[in-house]
């Protein structure tokens, strides 16, 4: 949703993550706790979430993102004011900038590597599969050598 403000999650500052878990263990339906991001987040093509759901669906999903209904709860009791928010979102943007490094600084394991961690056991299938795509990479080799 284009006008929903952006909300992340961390516990620091004056409040101890024992203590937020614990607010979100007496909300209702926080059991279930996950972002609504297909039904909230702006699109990335110019495909538009409003064309497939109504506004009203819309907003009846934020209001259940858990994340929101923290922060909702937080203002609305007065544990928490702008300035806690401000750094936590600060916090939330370094620590994204950093894992986003990370991952991006992270080498291309090997294309066939992909088939180590399928099954806990190998299996003939999978077998024949790593086979094929083993001749599929060889001949990017040979046309490289010619």
Same mark, same amino acid.
């Given at each position: 949703? #284009?006008?929903?403000?952006?909300?992340k999650?961390?516990?620091?500052?004056?409040?101890?993550?024992?203590?937020?878990?614990?607010?979100?263990?007496?909300?209702?339906?926080?059991?279930?706790?996950?972002?609504?991001?297909?039904?909230?987040?702006?699109?990335?093509?110019?495909?538009?979430?409003?064309?497939?759901?109504?506004?009203?669906?819309?907003?009846?999903?934020?209001?259940?993102?858990?994340?929101?209904?923290?922060?909702?709860?937080?203002?609305?009791?007065?544990? #928490?004011?702008?300035?806690?928010?401000?750094?936590?979102?600060? !916090?939330?943007? !370094?620590?994204?900038?950093?894992?986003?490094?990370?991952?991006?600084?992270?080498?291309?394991?090997?294309?066939?590597?992909?088939?180590?961690?399928?099954?806990?056991?190998?299996?003939?299938?999978?077998? #024949?599969?790593r086979?094929?795509?083993?001749?599929?990479?060889?001949?990017?080799? !040979?046309e490289?050598?010619?």
């Amino acid at each position: 949703m #284009a006008n929903a403000p952006p909300t992340k999650s961390c516990a620091t500052g004056t409040l101890s993550s024992t203590s937020v878990i614990a607010m979100v263990r007496m909300m209702p339906s926080s059991t279930i706790a996950y972002r609504t991001t297909a039904a909230c987040a702006d699109p990335v093509t110019d495909w538009s979430v409003s064309r497939a759901r109504l506004a009203s669906e819309l907003e009846t999903w934020r209001l259940r993102d858990p994340i929101e209904r923290v922060r909702s709860y937080l203002a609305r009791t007065g544990e #928490a004011d702008g300035t806690f928010f401000e750094r936590v979102e600060a !916090e939330a943007d !370094e620590l994204a900038a950093k894992l986003r490094a990370a991952c991006l600084a992270l080498p291309d394991p090997p294309p066939l590597a992909l088939f180590d961690h399928v099954y806990a056991e190998p299996g003939a299938i999978l077998d #024949a599969e790593r086979e094929q795509f083993a001749a599929y990479l060889a001949g990017f080799e !040979e046309e490289g050598a010619e």
